[in-house]
């Protein structure tokens, strides 16, 4: 079946250093593709999303290229701020059931310090 | 995007007892979901709730230990019952939107002691 797998964490950077959090997938078919974001005491958020092959999904100085060849959306931020801290989890839809279940990677823990 | 709001926000509850949790949606939406977060771990979905039709359950998942309801199309209830310490969990839950992408609720976390 279809699953998404995640660098594991946690992953602790200094302000202002570059992120890159792995992500590959394994699915049938073209799955659109998502990063969500978890801060602390909160519920998800929809951090940025690709649709289709080498599309970029960008948002708050994230990024994400949906590479086919590789089957891979990594994220990567050039410079990390203290607020980045978080959980960042990748996820692609599902639709083999015939509604739009999302798969989840494991999360990975993002710690920046001043 | 959408505006989900869920009660309650957190509640501690004693073993055997039932929660019900519930999900208001700012606007019309076909279907809405449910997850669980046990904790340190990722999200598994529970179930998709379509109103007017009884929900669909994932593998690992009843009926009747998660009973759904959705009475119109911009709410629904998750019910936990007869609940144990492995209960405790964030539960969200969510709704699609345009192309595919689905927005989640803040959660309420569930400690049962």
């Known amino acids: 079946g279809n699953s998404v797998t995640q660098m594991e964490g946690p992953v602790t950077l200094s302000e202002e250093a570059f992120l890159t959090i792995n992500c590959t997938y394994t699915?049938?078919?073209?799955?659109?593709l998502f990063w969500y974001v978890q801060y602390p005491g909160e519920g998800l958020q929809l951090l940025l999303k690709?649709?289709?092959?080498?599309d970029k999904g960008s948002n708050k100085g994230f990024e994400a290229t949906y590479r086919k060849e590789t089957t891979s959306f990594h994220l990567e931020k050039g410079s990390v701020q203290v607020s980045d801290s978080a959980v960042y989890f990748c996820a692609l839809s599902d639709l083999s059931g015939g509604y739009n279940k999302l798969i989840f990677g494991a999360g990975t823990r993002l710690a920046v310090h001043p | 995007s959408a505006v989900i709001s869920q009660k309650p926000s957190r509640d501690i509850c004693q073993r055997g007892t039932s929660l019900t949790i519930q999900c208001q949606v700012d606007?019309?939406?076909?279907?809405m979901f449910w997850y669980r977060q046990q904790p340190g771990q990722s999200l598994t979905l529970i179930a998709t709730?379509?109103?007017?039709?009884?929900?669909?359950?994932e593998s690992g998942f009843v009926i009747d230990k998660f009973p759904i309801s959705r009475p119109n199309l911009t709410f629904s209830t998750l019910t936990v019952s007869n609940m144990s310490p492995e209960d405790s969990s964030i539960y969200l839950c969510?709704?699609?939107?345009?192309?595919?992408?689905?927005?989640f609720g803040p959660g309420t976390r569930l400690l049962v002691l």
């Open positions: 690709a649709t289709k092959a080498d």
């Open positions: 709730a379509n109103q007017g039709s009884e929900a669909t359950y």
């Open positions: 969510s709704v699609e939107r345009l192309q595919e992408t689905q927005y």
């Open positions: 606007s019309q939406v076909t279907m």
């Open positions: 699915a049938t078919g073209y799955p659109s």
